[in-house]
């Protein structure tokens, strides 16, 4: 579910990207195109339609993004230990006395093999 939320928020974005890019900064645009006053879509409809399409887009994006929120926040939280609560409960006693191992290397390897060569 969490992967079909993502690629309608991809496409969504898509579509917003083309949504803004066809409408002009100073009212022209897409209805800069359709100057005929015989058109089914004048120039104040067409302004509104792209106008109400970026709203639409907008509204549609902070939606799909507050479900993959959602969606993605694990189920099972209590199983899950985060990694500082994993150093917290092995943590070694401060206090207690080291041990050191009671044979040295040269003892317990045969140091000898190599001090001849």
Do not use: H
Not at 31 to 46: D, Y
Not at 60 to 80: C, D, K, N, Y
């Amino acid at each position: 579910m969490y992967l079909v939320i993502s690629v309608l928020v991809i496409i969504v974005c898509i579509l917003m990207i083309l949504i803004v890019l066809v409408q002009n900064q100073k009212g022209g645009g897409l209805s800069a195109n359709f100057t005929s006053t015989g058109q089914t879509m004048g120039v104040r409809r067409t302004t509104d339609f792209l106008e109400k399409s970026t709203w639409t887009m907008a509204i549609a994006l902070m939606v799909f993004s507050i479900i993959a929120g959602i969606l993605s926040v694990p189920a099972r939280q209590e199983e899950q230990r985060s990694v500082i609560e994993d150093q917290i409960q092995n943590v070694v006693d401060p206090t207690a006395i080291p041990t050191f191992p009671t044979t040295t290397p040269q003892d317990a390897g045969g140091g000898s093999d190599n001090q001849g060569q």
